[in-house]
């Protein structure tokens, strides 16, 4: 692992037939929407994760759980994809193929950027999942709730819950099954903002380098995954991605 210069990486992107690019929170630092593990302004330093971001926790104070993720889907309605969300957006539109983008975000800022295709790991904050299985034969099928907080099924009963995966749960199967692909079969892995705290998000960068990927991480600071990169950049996600993934200018 090696400070890299930027314009080695860039030739690298540049050059490379496929690339995969896994993105944390720290991709949506610059529009506003806070990370988890930063120390001042992370939601960690300030929220206990055990409380709201569980099932248990839901279940013990749902109210407190759902004004909890209303507040943060308000914040991701307010928030705009920045530089580095449009400049990812615009390199995966020029390559028409070979880029595959895995977030463990659960905003919607890749997706207003451009990129349909995201493989989203962590789920999805603006929908809404019912807490338990429905527990009729035929499953509520207008899923139509009745206002509250949290609110409820009109059919069920059931309580509704933020479509999010929390601590203890599975991943969704489909997405981590395509993102170990893509990580396996690419040529670059470009891994921005992620502490590299959580698993399985975080092996994706060893998957790629063991399949013989070339893996560069863009970060500001440490992570937890810095050893599997061959470069890093201590740089920020709007500030880095323009310079890397766009255009060049001549
Ligand atoms: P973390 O908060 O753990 O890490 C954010 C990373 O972004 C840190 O390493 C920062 O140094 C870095 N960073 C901060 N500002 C940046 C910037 N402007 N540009 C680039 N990097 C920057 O967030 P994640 O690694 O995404 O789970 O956390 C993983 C999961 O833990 C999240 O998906 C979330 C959380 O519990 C769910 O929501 C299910």
Same mark, same amino acid.
């Given at each position: 692992?090696?400070?890299?210069?930027?314009?080695?990486?860039?030739?690298?992107?540049?050059?490379?037939?496929?690339?995969?690019?896994?993105?944390?929170?720290?991709?949506?630092?610059?529009?506003?929407?806070?990370?988890?593990?930063?120390?001042?302004?992370?939601?960690?330093? *300030?929220?206990?994760?055990?409380?709201?971001?569980?099932?248990?926790?839901?279940?013990?104070?749902?109210?407190?759980?759902?004004?909890?993720?209303?507040?943060?889907?308000?914040?991701?309605? *307010?928030?705009?994809?920045?530089?580095?969300?449009?400049?990812?957006?615009?390199?995966?539109?020029?390559?028409?193929?070979?880029?595959?983008?895995?977030?463990?975000?659960?905003?919607?800022?890749?997706?207003?950027?451009?990129?349909?295709?995201?493989?989203?790991?962590?789920?999805?904050?603006?929908?809404?999942?019912?807490?338990?299985?429905?527990?009729?034969?035929?499953?509520?099928?207008?899923?139509?709730?009745?206002?509250?907080?949290?609110?409820?099924?009109?059919?069920?009963?059931?309580?509704?819950?933020?479509?999010?995966?929390?601590?203890?749960?599975?991943?969704?199967?489909?997405?981590?099954?395509?993102?170990?692909?893509?990580?396996?079969?690419?040529?670059?892995?470009?891994?921005?903002?992620?502490?590299?705290?959580?698993?399985?998000?975080?092996?994706?960068?060893?998957?790629?380098?063991?399949?013989?990927?070339?893996?560069?991480?863009?970060?500001?600071?440490?992570?937890?995954?810095?050893?599997?990169?061959?470069?890093?950049?201590?740089?920020?996600?709007?500030?880095?991605?323009?310079?890397?993934?766009?255009?060049?200018?001549?």
């Amino acid at each position: 692992m090696h400070e890299a210069s930027l314009q080695s990486v860039r030739e690298r992107l540049q050059a490379a037939a496929s690339v995969c690019v896994l993105t944390g929170a720290g991709m949506s630092a610059e529009s506003g929407i806070p990370t988890f593990r930063d120390a001042l302004a992370g939601l960690w330093s *300030r929220f206990d994760p055990a409380a709201l971001a569980s099932e248990e926790g839901f279940r013990a104070d749902p109210q407190l759980v759902w004004d909890w993720y209303a507040q943060r889907r308000d914040a991701v309605h *307010r928030a705009e994809p920045n530089a580095g969300h449009r400049a990812l957006a615009a390199f995966v539109a020029a390559r028409a193929g070979g880029v595959t983008v895995i977030t463990q975000n659960v905003d919607d800022l890749h997706q207003r950027a451009g990129c349909r295709d995201t493989i989203r790991l962590h789920g999805d904050i603006l929908q809404d999942r019912w807490l338990e299985a429905c527990p009729r034969t035929v499953a509520c099928h207008a899923r139509s709730a009745v206002p509250g907080r949290p609110p409820r099924c009109a059919d069920c009963g059931n309580l509704v819950r933020p479509g999010v995966v929390w601590f203890g749960e599975m991943l969704p199967v489909h997405a981590i099954d395509a993102a170990e692909a893509a990580a396996r079969r690419c040529e670059v892995m470009l891994v921005v903002g992620t502490s590299g705290a959580v698993w399985p998000a975080a092996g994706l960068a060893g998957s790629a380098r063991a399949a013989g990927a070339f893996v560069v991480i863009v970060n500001p600071h440490a992570s937890e995954i810095d050893a599997q990169a061959h470069a890093v950049l201590r740089s920020t996600a709007a500030v880095a991605l323009p310079a890397l993934l766009g255009t060049p200018t001549r």
